[in-house]
T-cell receptor, first 114, second 116 residues
């Protein structure tokens, strides 16, 4: 079945350094790739997304890249800050039956060390 | 806040109890979702409703019973649960695909469920 692999499962970086999280998806029909940040005690919050007709998207310190041929997409956080510490999830979207079905990765716990 | 609220935020129940989780979205969306989040596992899609009609049931045991009375409200009725059902239950909403709108799902804060 469809799946999304996410690596690494944990990531520790020094404040100010960059962090990169990578995902690989299996279904070539996927065409929308959101990234969510989940802080302790909260639900996932969308931080950035990318569609299959775009190779890269940037929003301030956050960027996402997509390689459709290789079925890879990555989250890049530059100049990390302690408040970036959280669990990050990638997802690949399919569109059966009129709604959007997400397949999620297993999450990456990011720790930014002050 | 994302505009999706869930109550209660925490719930402890015995295996013979019956309880319900509630989700409400204030975003004008037409699709609503229930997910189960367990430690070290991907978010698991349970149910999908589109314009109040259930469009997906991801092989969820019958001890979980969803209800969607209108596009703004979603319930998950629980009965005779097992300890392995303890998890964070997340509700999400999105515009319907047929509307041609963005497909982003917006999540609520979740209900932390403990089954004893």
């Amino acid at each position: 079945g469809e799946n999304v692999e996410q690596h690494p499962s944990t990531l520790s970086v020094q404040e100010g350094d960059s962090a990169v999280i990578k995902c690989t998806y299996s279904d070539s029909a996927s065409n929308y790739f959101p990234w969510y940040k989940q802080e302790l005690g909260k639900g996932p919050q969308l931080i950035i997304d990318i569609r299959s007709n775009v190779g890269e998207k940037k929003d301030q310190r956050i960027a996402v890249t997509l390689n459709k041929t290789a079925k890879h997409f990555s989250l890049h956080i530059t100049e990390t800050q302690p408040e970036d510490s959280a669990v990050y999830f990638c997802a690949a979207s399919m569109t059966p039956s009129g709604t959007y079905k997400y397949i999620f990765g297993t999450g990456t716990r990011l720790k930014v060390l002050a | 806040e994302t505009g999706v609220t869930q109550t209660p935020r925490h719930l402890v129940m015995g295996m013979t109890n019956k309880k319900s989780l509630k989700c409400e979205q204030h975003l004008g969306h037409n699709a609503m979702y229930w997910y189960k989040q367990s430690a070290k596992k991907p978010l698991e899609l349970m149910f999908v409703y589109n314009f109040k009609e259930q469009t997906e049931n991801n092989s969820v045991p019958s001890r979980f019973s969803p209800e969607c009375p209108n596009s703004s409200h979603l319930f998950l009725h629980l009965h005779t649960l097992q300890p392995e059902d303890s998890a964070l239950y997340l509700c999400a909403s999105s515009p319907s695909r047929s509307s041609g709108a963005e497909e982003t799902q917006y999540f609520g804060p979740g209900t932390r469920l403990l089954v004893l």
